[in-house]
């Protein structure tokens, strides 16, 4: 299993940009896949799930209204488009995957230990 974040850089506040996690050596459908981030000094945070099967996403209050998240399945590839960038923003973002649903029962996915798989980080950099 192997998961890889790519398309971090440096924006302006105002910015965008669009990151993608690629997936491979399972079988995409049956998970979900969540970004988190890491801003230096803080805790990972959950920033968004989606779920493979039928593309349905959650996001964390910081990201409602800037963030998007999508899949490609045919190309096992999640991307997450991040408009509006504030300076908080900045952060090392993380792609991981877990076996089922982003929500269930009621629960939604938001520890580090609700995930499977993890990919490397992508920096994200918002200054002027």
């Known amino acids: 299993v192997q998961l890889q974040a790519s398309g971090g850089g440096l924006v302006q506040p105002g910015g965008s940009l669009r990151l993608s996690c690629a997936a491979s050596g399972f079988t995409l459908e049956y998970y979900s896949i969540g970004w988190f981030r890491q801003a230096p000094g803080k805790e990972r945070e959950w920033v968004s799930c989606?779920?493979?099967?039928?593309?349905?996403?959650y996001y964390a209050d910081s990201g409602v209204g800037r963030f998007t998240m999508s899949s490609d399945n045919a190309k096992n590839t999640l991307y997450l488009q991040m408009n509006s960038l504030k300076r908080e923003d900045t952060a090392v973002y993380y792609c991981?995957?877990?076996?089922?649903?982003?929500?269930?029962?009621?629960?939604?996915?938001?520890?580090?230990?609700?995930?499977?798989?993890w990919g490397q980080g992508t920096q994200v950099t918002v200054s002027s």
């Open positions: 991981a995957a877990r076996r089922g649903r982003c929500r269930r029962l009621g629960r939604l996915f938001i520890n580090d230990k609700d995930y499977d798989y």
């Open positions: 989606i779920n493979s099967s039928d593309g349905s996403t």
